[in-house]
């Protein structure tokens, strides 16, 4: 029984090409710092670093105020809203009643105008390009 050892299948293609591209950023010396030198940029880094910090401070207090302000308004939008809907309700209601129309035609108005609703709603599709 013969042996079948593995063949190089590649050793009759070249080798391949090395290409070397140069970058052509100039390069930085390295800077040696003192260590007083060193303690200095430290502290500044520091000051910066505590200069930055009360910055993002200062945004969020500004976030929360303005979030809490528009979750207010939204708020009273929003009862307003479900004000004038109970009321024009209410009107309705008393509308058809008053008018003999009877309490079984409440339904149907109120079908009627689901489906004036979900039949007038046009869907739009937003598409989104994110980097």
């Given at each position: 029984?013969?042996?079948?050892?593995?063949?190089?299948?590649?050793?009759?293609?070249?080798?391949?090409?090395?290409?070397?591209?140069?970058?052509?950023?100039?390069?930085?010396?390295?800077e040696y710092l003192t260590p007083a030198?060193?303690?200095?940029?430290?502290?500044?880094?520091?000051?910066?670093?505590?200069?930055?910090?009360?910055?993002?401070?200062?945004?969020?207090?500004?976030?929360?105020?303005?979030?809490?302000?528009?979750?207010?308004?939204?708020?009273?939008?929003?009862?307003?809203?479900?004000?004038?809907?109970?009321?024009?309700?209410?009107?309705?209601?008393?509308?058809?009643?008053?008018?003999?129309?009877?309490?079984?035609?409440?339904?149907?108005?109120?079908?009627?105008?689901?489906?004036?609703?979900?039949?007038?709603?046009?869907?739009?599709?937003?598409?989104?390009?994110?980097?």
């Open positions: 029984m013969a042996k079948h050892l593995p063949v190089n299948t590649m050793a009759h293609l070249p080798a391949p090409r090395v290409m070397h591209y140069p970058d052509p950023a100039p390069r930085q010396t390295v030198q060193l303690a200095a940029r430290r502290r500044e880094q520091q000051a910066l670093y505590a200069r930055w910090l009360v910055r993002q401070a200062e945004f969020a207090e500004h976030d929360r105020k303005v979030r809490r302000f528009w979750l207010g308004f939204g708020a009273i939008v929003a009862v307003a809203v479900l004000a004038i809907l109970a009321a024009l309700g209410w009107l309705a209601w008393h509308a058809l009643t008053g008018a003999g129309i009877g309490v079984l035609a409440v339904p149907v108005v109120v079908l009627v105008l689901a489906g004036l609703v979900v039949g007038g709603h046009r869907c739009v599709t937003v598409i989104q390009h994110w980097h």
